[in-house]
């Protein structure tokens, strides 16, 4: 018997175009999200060129910024950078939860890849962690699900 055809993507910015919408609020967490994401396009051999930062005020509003990004026809992917952190109030759950319907829906709604690159933690500590300029770097890895994900897009 013969296995089944495996289709699966290539992490590679080679001849891609990608947009990645960032927020402004928790920048001291963000600006390390984003600082991965392009040294992991750069690394998958991404020009400037093909490259787009849109900067956003808030995590809140990624998923309109990601949807008209993806609308526009002139990405292959999308990747939504941003951080809340859990507080006193229950802000964070309406924040993080219409964050990630969003993000989700605008990819849904596109066709286009919306990689979900928001931290949704309790503590700052938590935060730093994962957008440590080391290896495990969150924004570096949303780069290279969407330079996957646009690679598997356009097999299918």
Not at 18 to 30: H, L, Q, T, W
Not at 96 to 116: D, K, M, Y
């Amino acid at each position: 018997m013969t296995e089944p055809r495996a289709i699966e993507g290539e992490v590679s910015a080679r001849g891609r175009r990608v947009a990645i919408a960032a927020a402004r609020f928790n920048d001291f967490i963000v600006s390390s999200l984003l600082k991965g994401a392009t040294a992991a396009w750069t690394a998958r051999g991404g020009a400037a060129a093909d490259l787009a930062v849109v900067r956003v005020p808030g995590a809140f509003e990624l998923p309109l910024a990601a949807k008209k990004l993806g609308a526009s026809g002139r990405y292959d992917a999308v990747v939504a950078l941003g951080c809340v952190i859990r507080g006193d109030t229950p802000h964070f759950d309406y924040v993080a939860g219409e964050c990630a319907r969003g993000i989700s829906q605008a990819g849904l709604e596109t066709g286009v890849p919306v990689i979900f690159g928001v931290l949704t933690v309790e503590t700052v500590e938590q935060a730093l962690e994962r957008a440590a300029t080391a290896a495990g770097n969150k924004g570096g890895e949303a780069m290279e699900a969407a330079l996957e994900m646009a690679s598997l897009l356009k097999q299918l």
